[in-house]
């Protein structure tokens, strides 16, 4: 059974970079069916999309985050990774990761179908 | 890209019907997932291409997709199905979330 499990530090201060990882267990990441992403969601708050990549390396990025976000990919290590520059306390959240499933039915059919526990961060001094 | 609007709060009573929207322009043009989650936990897709439910997912979950709205109906709701939902399409090369609804079972 596929398993996602997130890693990396639960406090980062402001200015610095948050860097997580997202273990892939039971399954390969080099799958090219599959697109691998992150998803987050501050404290009583919504879901936020940050990304996803491929294994080939090939990303998507949420417009609003893109210039702060690097997502990137070990297929030695069944791993992949996200780096988000210049955190701030609204970077505070539960960190996501998640397998999603990509094919084309008469159009994009995009849905994340296996997460993480996800991984509290907090941006603080 | 899409904005996808749903109501924050939708009430049912036990065996009843829970339907919850999510509104987007042409949103009957792409597909909808939905997404469980309860508190604590991580979401679950309980429906993906606008009506298909994963395996697991039980019958009384169905999704419809026309025009500007997406529905997901719970039929016989049960006090395990409170929980908040999420509405989420895939537009112009991003994942666009809904602000979620929390469902209440009371």
């Known amino acids: 059974q596929l398993q996602l499990q997130e890693s990396g530090p639960g406090l980062v201060k402001p200015s610095e970079t948050l860097s997580l990882s997202c273990t892939v267990s039971?399954?390969?990441?080099?799958?090219?069916?599959?697109?691998w992403g992150w998803i987050r969601q501050p404290p009583g708050k919504g879901l936020e999309w940050i990304g996803n990549i491929y294994y080939s390396g090939s990303t998507y990025y949420n417009p609003s985050l893109k210039s702060r976000v690097t997502i990137s990919v070990n297929t030695s290590k069944n791993q992949f990774s996200l780096k988000l520059i210049s955190a701030t306390a609204t970077d505070t959240a539960v960190y996501y990761c998640?397998?999603?499933?990509?094919?084309?039915?008469?159009?994009?059919?995009?849905?994340?179908?296996?997460w993480g526990k996800g991984t509290t961060v907090t941006v603080s001094s | 890209s899409s904005e996808l609007t749903q109501p924050p709060s939708v009430s049912v009573s036990p065996g009843q019907t829970a339907s919850i929207t999510c509104s987007g322009d042409?949103?009957?043009?792409?597909?909808v997932c939905w997404y469980q989650q309860k508190p604590g936990q991580s979401p679950e897709v309980v429906i993906y291409q606008d009506t298909k439910r994963p395996s697991g997912i039980p019958e009384r979950f169905s999704g419809s997709n026309s025009g500007n709205t997406a529905t997901l109906t719970i039929s016989g709701t049960q006090a395990m199905d409170e929980a908040d939902y999420y509405c989420?399409?895939?537009?112009?090369?991003?994942?666009?979330f809904g602000g979620g609804t929390k469902l209440t079972v009371l």
């Open positions: 039971g399954g390969s990441i080099s799958s090219n069916t599959y697109f």
């Open positions: 998640a397998r999603t499933p990509y094919s084309y039915d008469r159009g994009v059919v995009w849905y994340m179908d296996v």
């Open positions: 989420q399409v895939w537009d112009s090369n991003t994942v666009v």
């Open positions: 042409k949103l009957g043009n792409q597909y």
